[in-house]
């Protein structure tokens, strides 16, 4: 049933606005609001009402509908909550108001469009264009990859899961509930950046990847963002300085394509163990 799944989120994201109509946040938000409102800041107080709760009751209705019709009632919260898991916004589509500026040679409004649009801000052009480019490689990971992972390996709870850390992290006003949400989520990066810097190798300089991982497989302090801004750079062979003007967006045409190569690995890849399973 998870493949299905799979690939009816596809079918969702190209023709329905069902996840735009899903994904509100404003209830979570404003939860997280009264909790540090109220003085009930302990991080893991914080963190089993927003987070453990509501997977636990995902995991509970799973539990309890998978046996029913042989699962097919359960295929509805699968997907309902995998939809709603995924990464908030247009991943490509964000970078449009910024790769026009670029295209233009507005060097001053690319550092305008950068800093409003995707909150990136640089020194200079050619920094801000491997900021850019690292978070787009950044936010198509934490918005498919690492969910899809944990959705095939755990189901569909391990995937909320992900996401809601996610939202303490970048939401929470508190200095001690943000650290420990980020340090949750970075337990959860740790599996999936890594599995997704083994596929970049796969389907891009499989050498120059081998270099880089081998180097940083195990170690636990290097942050996902930066993992898989280095891997994603050296899998497109990009060179060190960008060059200006248009030419200056080919490397985010190749990192593109280099993530859409792997998210066809990993359908490949999830579709075999779904036949030998």
Not at 111 to 125: K, Q, S
Not at 232 to 251: I, K, N, S, W
Request: proline share 5%.
């Amino acid at each position: 049933m998870s493949f299905l799944v799979l690939l009816l989120v596809l079918w969702v994201e190209k023709f329905s606005a069902l996840r735009q109509r899903l994904q509100r946040d404003g209830f979570f938000h404003a939860e997280l609001a009264r909790l540090e409102r109220s003085g009930k800041t302990h991080p893991w107080w914080v963190l089993t009402i927003l987070v453990l709760l509501p997977v636990a009751l995902v995991a509970l209705l799973v539990h309890v509908l998978a046996p029913v019709a042989y699962g097919l009632l359960a295929l509805p919260v699968h997907l309902l909550v995998l939809i709603y898991s995924l990464g908030r916004g247009d991943v490509k589509g964000a970078l449009g108001p910024f790769r026009d500026a670029w295209r233009r040679g507005d060097e001053q409004a690319a550092v305008h469009v950068a800093e409003r649009d995707l909150a990136i801000t640089a020194d200079d052009a050619s920094s801000l264009l491997g900021r850019v480019e690292g978070h787009l490689l950044w936010e198509a990971y934490q918005s498919f990859f690492a969910v899809i992972f944990w959705y095939v390996l755990l189901g569909p709870a391990a995937a909320l899961a992900y996401r809601l850390l996610a939202l303490v992290a970048e939401r929470a006003q508190f200095p001690a509930l943000r650290e420990r949400a980020e340090q949750l989520r970075h337990a959860f990066d740790w599996a999936p950046v890594r599995v997704l810097g083994v596929s970049f190798a796969l389907v891009g300089n499989f050498v120059a990847v081998s270099r880089v991982m081998l180097h940083e497989l195990l170690n636990w302090n290097i942050p996902a963002p930066r993992l898989i801004a280095t891997v994603g750079r050296v899998a497109t062979d990009m060179p060190a300085a960008a060059p200006a003007g248009p030419e200056g967006l080919v490397g985010l045409d190749l990192l593109w394509e280099l993530l859409l190569r792997s998210a066809v690995l990993w359908y490949a890849c999830f579709a075999l163990w779904t036949v030998l399973g």
